[in-house]
């Protein structure tokens, strides 16, 4: 049930904190920042580990030496590939600082973006015009199409009489 919840709130927020550390991801960069390892008799600060779902044990993970002041440190993994990971920060005392799941996303969003529709639709007609003609070109094609069905019923008249050539 706490897994869930961990995970849950790993999917809702690319940055998350518990138990003193807080992750946060950018593509595919992971950064944890904490303040509960101030430096031990000179031995820095300590080390935090990126591990995937198969690593169990915090040396099988991608270990990465903390860095900062006394104050604050932190850790930064880059070309991580997408997937679920637990991030586990253990002081240079041996304490464990906490431990957190983050998601990592690398796929890009697709971007979408609307475009204006034709106000009058799409018009149809052979080669898809667009231009819209108006009364007086109907009326000419109209006219030349009588004038060529009365020329063609003249010339096939003309021919059906024997006396003519």
Known sequence: MAAVAVLALA??????????????TSGSTVSVTTSACPTSSGSGYGSASLLNSSQRSFAD??????????????AVWSNVGTGTYTVTVRCANGDTAGSQAVIVSTASTPTISATASPTRGVMGGLGGATKDYGTLTFAAGGALV????????????RRSKPYRL
């Open 146 to 157: 009588a004038c060529g069905a009365v020329a063609t019923v003249w010339a096939l008249r």
């Open 11 to 24: 999917l809702t927020a690319p940055t998350a904190s518990a138990a003193g550390i807080s992750v946060s």
């Open 61 to 74: 993970g991608r270990v990465v030496t903390l860095s900062g002041t006394s104050t604050g440190q932190s």
